[in-house]
């Protein structure tokens, strides 16, 4: 890490994240305390010289002295503290550029601005510590620190309902298609992607889901995995094949099921388990790991699980409406960690090219019961600068928004009975908003592949807008508004 980083945040990068260093060895994380956060605060105001680096030396002996006497005079708000604090898992979001609280956007219109933004990229963290709530509220005061308790994430599950046979589950095998037919995804074809004007050979997509699995409609594209569940990065699940399938899966046993079908290279990272299960950093991880990798796109069909905290913590015991409170004070801090790193992505946009980033709104609406039972679209897909894409289906030919849909998106996608690729190399059928998503990701390598071809060059920016322009708002069943499909169903070039 850059020798200009504060002393206080030096340590969290330099080892494990619960150990920290100093002159007389490991330090546990836990037992920090504000006095130490203060003690490195004026750092903060010093310029980048080696007059800030005496004053870290000054203020890292001080703490050590301060450790030492800690250690040697019991004091009995320690005590009481041990006794009646328990740690839990928070994320640490390490902002050591400033990305955090829109600094970071405020710092790159300043023409002297020194450091790029990926390079604030590289230097950003972030790292899993076991802390105290008063730790991590300590650390959270600091203007350039993140703490926030891990959140479960999980598939986008929705009920299987009349109608929705395959909500995000393993899907509907499908048969292969006579010898010499072709068939087309009736979402491909809906969306224009059928031509041949543009079909993403220009551009690479990051995908974050349950991995995916060997297949052939992958062959011949530069697949790069990571694993951020500890297991291994292959797709037990199918969901995340399922999704990768409709972004660049090629035509496969007679159906076309890749919108952009000769995307060269892929990141794929695994953000959930074979049981379609994770936390909220192993997200903001495969974010930051594709926006690292220079991603054009970046497809998410995953959600934080709200319902899922709360029912974990009255499950050991918590009353129902203290861990509802729990859960927003989560969501909450989870939400700001989520927009420090989106901060960087959006700086990345204008200035280096960057990286357009969708999300699936989810799919616990129930606009089958009441029209007005339209569930607001969830994290990350609500979050500043993320495209929210809801599901569109055909029914008695007409298009509408599937019943399931969450609402407020940005652009609407064919979401309901999709074939693509399944473990096992098969096809599968499957409906949801996680299945809209990977078509709106397919698109944007589209535009991303065109906008190259013609004007020798593109930003995330540009490709927003390409998408949000060219969307088409009128083809939907009349009682449809904006708050369901957002600026349209969403068009290839």
């Known amino acids: 890490m850059a020798s200009s980083a504060i002393p206080f945040l030096l340590d969290i990068g330099t080892g494990p994240p619960s150990l920290l260093t100093s002159a007389n060895g490991p330090i546990s994380f836990r037992r920090r305390s504000l006095i130490g956060l203060f003690m490195r605060a004026p750092a903060l105001f010093l310029p980048r010289t080696s007059i800030r680096r005496n004053f870290s030396r000054i203020a890292n002996g001080a703490f050590t002295r301060f450790q030492r006497r800690r250690t040697m005079v019991p004091s009995h708000d320690r005590m009481r503290d041990a006794a009646m604090a328990e740690t839990e898992s928070y994320i640490v979001v390490e902002d050591v550029q400033g990305a955090q609280g829109g600094t970071l956007q405020r710092g790159l219109l300043d023409a002297k ?4 933004a990926a390079e604030k990229l590289n230097a950003m963290t972030i790292q899993v510590a076991e802390l105290t709530p008063r730790e991590a509220r300590a650390i959270d005061n600091s203007p350039l620190m993140i703490a926030a308790e891990l959140m479960p994430t999980r598939l986008l599950h929705g009920l299987a309902r009349e109608g929705y046979r395959w909500i995000e589950s393993r899907g509907e095998i499908v048969p292969r298609a006579a010898d010499g037919a072709l068939e087309i995804g009736w979402g491909i074809a809906e969306i224009g992607a059928a031509g041949e004007i543009a079909n993403g050979e220009l551009a ?49 046993f007679g159906h076309r099921i890749g ?29 930051k790991w594709a926006l690292d990798h220079h991603a054009d796109v970046i497809s998410i069909s995953i959600g934080y699980d709200f319902p899922g905290m709360v029912k974990s913590l009255t499950d050991r015991g918590m009353p129902v ?3 509802t409170s729990r859960t ?28 357009v980033i969708l999300a699936a709104t989810g799919n616990e609406s129930r606009a089958d019961i009441d029209p007005r039972y339209r569930v607001d679209a969830t994290l990350p897909a609500s979050a500043q600068d993320v495209i929210g894409v809801a599901a569109a289906e055909r029914r008695d030919g007409a298009l509408r928004i599937a019943d399931f849909s969450n609402g407020a998106p940005i652009l609407s996608a064919p979401g309901v009975d999709i074939v693509s690729a399944a473990r096992d190399e098969r096809l599968a059928r499957m409906s949801g908003t996680s299945m809209a998503c990977p078509h709106a990701a397919g698109v944007a390598a589209l535009w991303w592949d065109w906008l190259r071809k013609n004007n020798g060059h593109a930003t995330a920016r540009q490709v927003a807008a390409q998408l949000s322009v060219t969307a088409k708002p009128k083809v939907f069943s009349p009682g449809f508004t904006r708050a369901a499909f957002g600026d349209g169903l969403v068009t290839a070039p």
Do not use: W
């Open 113 to 116: 601005a020194q450091d790029s």
């Open 204 to 252: 690479t997509v990051a995908m974050l889901d349950t991995g995916i699995a060997a297949h052939s409609a992958f062959h011949g594209i530069d697949i790069v995995s990571e694993d951020f569940t500890q297991s291994a990065t292959d797709d037990r699940n199918g969901h995340g094949t399922h999704c990768a399938g409709t972004i660049f899966g090629r035509d496969c």
């Open 259 to 287: 919108v952009a079908r000769a995307v060269p290279k892929a990141y794929v990272a695994k953000v959930l388990d074979d049981d379609g299960r994770g936390t909220s950093d192993g997200l903001l991880r495969g974010i």
């Open 321 to 323: 409406d203290l861990a």
């Open 328 to 355: 927003l004070v989560a969501y909450r801090h989870n939400l700001r960690a989520f927009d420090a790193v989106m901060s960087l992505a959006r700086a990345l946009a204008g200035s280096e090219g960057g990286s």
